[in-house]
């Protein structure tokens, strides 16, 4: 879908709302379709501030990134410590995602086995599958290296804590 198909639909949801669609508003839709990477109410905010143009405020960069949620523009993410992120999805296939626990790095996936589990276990409940998000939390590998290393180095240093006390006491 075209940026400016999305200005009109963003701008028809919005009427229908009794809203209008902004020059801020507009600033924030424009900035969130020019990435293709998960990005914060407040990495927005701060992209807006940086670039020429009218300023936007904190609070109409949440409430356009609420409005464009509803309207099923972006779909929000709880990256973990209850921040959100956001990413486009129009014209985007769905996906899953997996977030690392330590530094919040999000990797997307998609794997029609999962998809088909997941509309034959609806089938098998009495339900009509809509939509579904799928968040898997872990640690990437680089979070995992250095907590492997962390509990290794504690043990290391908890087996030798004996052997220094025996040192000490002789």
């Given amino acids: 879908m075209h940026l400016a198909a999305i200005h ?20 924030c839709l424009d900035r969130a379709f020019s990435t293709h990477e998960h990005f914060s109410a407040e990495r927005l905010y701060l992209w807006l501030k940086a670039e020429s143009g009218p300023s936007v405020s904190r609070a109409t960069v949440y409430r356009t990134l609420s409005l464009l949620v509803e309207g099923g523009f972006l779909e929000s993410l709880d990256a973990g410590g209850g921040e959100l992120v956001y990413e486009h999805v129009l014209g985007h296939r769905h996906h899953d995602h997996v977030v690392c626990l330590a530094c919040g790095k999000i990797e997307e996936f998609s794997d029609e086995r999962i998809e088909e589990l997941q509309r034959q276990n609806c089938a098998r409940l009495g339900f009509e599958l809509v939509s579904h998000v799928l968040k898997l939390s872990g640690y990437c590998r680089g979070c995992a290296r250095k907590r492997r290393g962390a509990r290794d180095g504690g043990a ?3 087996s030798r804590a004996p052997l220094q006390a025996q040192h ?3």
């Fill in 8 to 27: 009109k639909a963003f701008e028809d949801f919005l009427r229908q709302r009794g809203l209008k669609l902004t020059t801020q508003r507009r600033r």
């Fill in 156 to 158: 290391a240093a908890a």
């Fill in 168 to 170: 000490e006491h002789r």
